[in-house]
Nanobody
Framework: QLQLVESGGGLVQPGGSLRLSCAAS????????IGWFRQAPGKEREGVSS????????NYADSVKGRFTISRDNAKNTVYLQMNSLQPEDTAVYYC????????????????WGQGTQVTVSS
């Protein structure tokens, strides 16, 4: 069974940091691009960051550039999203997704999705 599992979410104060992990089971991530998406209550899902299968190309939404860093460790079959300087507007459920058609920030490029992890930024 192909599965993606996100972890690392939680409650953090403004200005704090979290590192999200996206672990795959049932398949290897070596040949998949990975995207991170988020959805806040009442808002549409948005692409946050993505990384090519090799790790050589990355994309970031303007809202997170300079604060978030995506990386991958294919040996561990895991992709990470380091989130620094978190702000209340970053509060959302974060999802990772895997696909082979590209490494952009559009959801249609990704075939497999995790269940999400909640990130709450609040004082």
């Amino acid at each position: 069974q192909l599965q993606l599992v996100e972890s690392g979410g939680g409650l953090v104060q403004p200005g704090g940091s979290l590192r999200l992990s996206c672990a795959a089971s049932g398949f290897t991530l070596d040949y998949y691009a990975i995207g991170w998406f988020r959805q806040a209550p009442g808002k549409e899902r948005e692409g946050v960051s993505s990384i090519s299968y090799s790790g050589g190309s990355t994309n970031y939404a303007d809202s997170v550039k300079g604060r978030f860093t995506i990386s991958r460790d294919n040996a561990k079959n895991t992709v990470y999203l380091q989130m620094n300087s978190l702000q209340p507007e970053d509060t959302a459920v974060y999802y990772c997704a895997a696909g082979v058609t590209g490494w952009g920030l559009s959801a249609y490029e990704y075939r497999y999705w995790g269940q999400g992890t909640q990130v709450t930024v609040s004082s």
